[in-house]
């Protein structure tokens, strides 16, 4: 029993000198130095003693991995608990006050140019078409000479219209004559009284002749003078419609189908066409009654590409009644145009004073949001609280939107960083400027 005790003491001193000098000699993972006590163990333990070491590695490999594990989420749940515990700044945005500035009241309309003047250029006499000279689109002159026609059908009318003014001149020479000797046998009593009549008959008769050839050759000068066609005023020239040699068709009244030789249109003045709905033009109409000056009629004009008024123009014309249809009265307004550069069936944006400048809030047209069915501003209180604003909006004037109700002088309206506001938060405030753009007034 002695001998059986001590053997397996002395085994067991052997173990751990064994396990000691591993742990002292191999520098691996603890899971290898793990590994390795099996092995140690099957070599001077019954397999008695194996199994009972086993329970004991299990318990030091779930001990270590569950130590890890609660490091590893401690130490997450520490940042971010720090993490909350530091709130984050508020958010800048740019604050202004709105611009306050003198501003009359305009209503803008979309027209369209279209000529003064515009004639289908016909010819009145028929004939062959033998020169043009112009060039298509061209600028003409008021007298130049556009279309010639073949005059020579009418030059031989004019022939015989002269000849049979001379017959006529030479039968009323010979009336006068007889007249003459009737009435002197008439007074010596060697003729008689119904003589003398026949003989101023005679004399009527030849004067008429006369002044019917005279009209013939008037009418036949008519003609020969509209086989050439002139321009009846300045302005541009569309295409011309038939070539030379074309046989051109014509009528003095227009009684029977006649050729379109091509289409003028004056350009200096010219007319911009609009439509007012019925509460603009109730507006306008107050408005006008009430302020009898140029300026009232006066509107500021820019083109589809332009942003900014380049032109101005008088109201001239308004029409005297309603359209039914569409619920609008039809106006127009007349434009220099010296340089030529508008053509009529352009479109161009117009703008009416309708109200005295009056002074008025402004804020940039970006600070104005639309919330559903109205328009808000956003500005922030004195403790940095983000507060909206329902708004009534004007027109935009100067690249800012006019506000008509619903914002103060002293409120700091968000011009810049306004996504970063958000309704009832807290933002950090800057200072900015809103400047007025004359430049690109009257647009909207």
């Known amino acids: 029993m002695d001998d059986g005790f001590q053997s397996t003491n002395e085994r067991q001193i052997v173990l751990d000198e064994q396990g000691e000098r591993a742990f002292e000699g191999q520098q691996g993972s603890p899971m290898n130095e793990i590994s390795k006590w099996p092995e140690a163990e099957s070599q001077h333990l019954p397999a008695k003693s194996s199994r009972s070491v086993w329970p004991w590695l299990v318990g030091i490999v779930v001990i270590m991995l569950a130590g890890g594990a609660w490091f590893g989420l401690s130490h997450r749940e520490g940042g971010q608990t720090a993490q909350a515990a530091t709130p984050p700044a508020p958010a800048p945005v740019t604050v202004s006050k709105p611009l306050l500035a003198n501003i009359d009241t305009q209503i803008g309309f ?3 140019f279209s000529a003064v003047d515009r004639v289908e250029l016909r010819a009145q006499v028929g004939g062959t078409l033998t020169e043009i000279h112009f060039k298509d689109g061209q600028i003409v002159q008021q007298g130049d000479l556009l279309f010639v026609i073949d005059s020579q059908p009418y030059e031989i009318k004019l022939a015989q219209a002269n000849a049979q003014l001379e017959a006529a001149t030479s039968r009323l020479a010979l009336a006068k004559s007889q007249l003459v000797r009737a009435q002197t046998l008439r007074r010596s009593d060697f003729g008689s009284a119904e003589n003398v009549d026949q ?3 005679d ?7 006369i002044d019917d050839a005279k009209a013939q050759i008037r009418d036949v000068q008519f003609d020969i003078e509209h086989c050439r066609i002139y321009a009846p005023f300045t302005g541009r020239i569309g295409e011309h419609l038939p070539s030379v040699g074309s046989l051109i068709a014509g009528s003095r009244f227009a009684s029977s189908p006649t050729t379109l030789l091509a289409t003028l249109v004056s350009l200096d003045p010219i007319h911009l066409d609009f439509d007012m709905s019925e509460s603009d033009y109730l507006t306008f109409s107050r ?5 009898s000056s140029p300026q009232a009629d006066q509107v500021d004009i820019s083109l589809s590409d332009e942003n900014q008024v380049t032109r101005h123009g008088t109201l001239e014309f308004v029409d005297n009644s309603m359209d039914r249809s569409s619920g609008t009265i039809h106006a127009r307004a007349l434009v220099p145009n010296p340089d030529f550069f508008l053509t009529p069936g352009q479109f161009g944006r117009l703008r009416l004073a309708v109200a005295p400048p009056a002074p008025a809030l402004m804020v940039p047209d970006a600070a104005v949001l639309l919330d559903q069915t109205q328009h808000i501003v956003m500005t ?3 403790d940095g609280t983000v507060l909206p604003k329902p ?3 004007g027109d935009l004037r100067g690249g800012l939107r006019v506000i008509r109700s619903g914002l103060a002088p002293d409120d700091r309206v968000i011009i810049d960083g306004i996504v970063r506001a958000i309704p009832g938060g807290k933002v950090t405030p800057q200072d900015g400027a809103i400047s007025y753009n004359a430049a690109v007034d009257g647009q909207g």
């Open 110 to 112: 979309i027209g369209r």
């Open 199 to 201: 003989r101023t008959f």
């Open 203 to 209: 004399q009527g008769d030849a004067q008429a002749a």
């Open 287 to 291: 408005q006008r009654a009430a302020v």
């Open 380 to 382: 922030v209180s004195p």
């Open 391 to 393: 708004v009534e909006t």
